[in-house]
């Protein structure tokens, strides 16, 4: 058996698959991976089925050596790098760990959310049918916690043979507004409150995590009160309460709430919403369930290309190669005296 060690991670670095789903009437969050995309490239770098449990990273990295073995892995999301012994990783490729390596995932300089998969997944019990750690109510994860310094995750596959893999991935777009559906409950604002959400410039506060993202911006104005009876709640409900300030449900989010819900963001989009950094402005556009509905299907079959467009990793001396590895080891001083070690480099 293949074990992955931790060596060191942020507070919040945890294992995340597809989420927790069928039991939200017994007041279960679903929970899952912030960035499902990213999720899904992650795992078919190496492999797996794009649901596939891995590690995900919130803004920090880590440090993972492996012992039993060599071990694929891969690592895909915000804007950070993975490197191997010092040597750095192309991004979106996958790369052998050997026993006794280490691996290093930077903190992200863009985005929120990464995610580390190895071949195979990791040998952890599920929980109601998923690994997602969620941290209210201490479901999955590691025996119920995020993962910490000096954890060993063991891995199901105990051979890593084929090519490595590369995947060409385009950048999500970075100023294209947030596709929103109007509702649940779009008739407790007055029409002004619609104009406002729709026309008005937001930005994401420092209070967001995976529960739910506040956000500050103009007022949204309530026509009936801000208090309903408690209903259920999806991913992406967008809740106004009485400050007028709407906070976006996230994946960890709560299954019931009695505050009223303007409008939610589509499936396609919430990837892409849940990469947004605190302090970055976001707008909102309003579309039909027709479009809604169209993306869900495009995110979908993106998802499923996804092994096809699979290119092996190929070595060649390219400038992008060049600049994607550490090619320096050291360096000599050449007027310095010269000694048996400087002798023999």
């Known amino acids: ?46 492999g797996n089925p794009p649901e596939t449990a891995a590690i995900e990273f919130v803004n920090l990295g880590g440090t993972f050596t492996c012992s039993g073995g060599d071990l694929r892995i891969a690592v895909v999301g915000a804007d950070c790098s993975l490197s191997i012994d010092g040597v750095q990783v192309a991004p979106n490729t996958a790369a052998l760990l050997r026993e006794g390596q280490e ?8 985005g929120t959310f990464a995610y580390l998969a190895v071949a195979g997944g990791f040998a952890v019990e599920p929980q109601l049918g998923s690994l997602s750690f969620h941290l209210r109510s201490r479901l999955g994860g590691l025996d119920g916690a995020p993962l910490r310094p000096g954890d060993r995750l063991s891995c199901k596959a ?4 084929g090519e490595l893999m590369h995947l ?14 109007l509702g649940p409950q779009d008739d407790y604002f007055t029409p002004a409150a619609i104009r406002t959400l729709l026309e008005g410039e937001f930005t994401v506060s420092p209070q967001a995590d995976r529960m739910g993202f506040q956000l500050t911006g103009p007022q949204i104005e309530h026509a009936k009160g801000f208090n309903i009876v408690s209903d259920g709640i999806v991913t992406g409900h967008i809740q106004v309460p009485g400050n007028g300030q709407p906070i976006v449900l996230m994946r ?32 909102f556009k309003a579309v039909e369930r027709e479009e809604a509905v169209t993306a869900a299907r495009q995110m979908k079959d993106w998802i499923s290309s996804l092994p096809a467009a699979l290119v092996p990793v190929r070595f ?3 400038t992008e190669h060049l600049l994607s590895v550490n090619l320096i080891g050291g360096a000599v ?13």
């Not at 691996?103 to 863009?110: D, E, F, L, P, S």
């Not at 105990?158 to 043979?161: D, F």
């Not at 999500?172 to 559906?181: F, K, Q």
């Not at 310095?336 to 400087?342: D, F, I, N, S």
């Open 103 to 110: 691996a290093q995932v930077g903190h992200a300089r863009t």
């Open 158 to 161: 105990e051979a890593q043979p």
């Open 316 to 318: 060649d001396l390219t």
């Open 252 to 283: 960890d989010r709560q299954t019931a709430g009695g505050y009223p819900k303007i409008a939610t963001i589509i499936s396609a989009d919430l990837d892409r919403f849940a990469q947004l950094r605190p302090g970055t402005s976001v707008r």
């Open 1 to 46: 058996m293949i074990d992955l060690v931790v060596k060191a991670c942020g507070p919040m670095t945890s294992l995340q698959d597809r989420g927790r789903h069928g039991y939200q009437r017994f007041g279960v969050s679903p929970s899952g991976a912030m960035d499902a995309r990213s999720l899904a490239a992650a795992n078919v770098l190496v």
């Open 333 to 345: 001083d050449a007027l310095a005296p010269r000694t048996p070690e400087t002798a023999a480099s």
């Open 168 to 181: 060409p991935l385009e950048a999500p777009p970075t100023d294209a507004p947030i596709r929103v559906m």
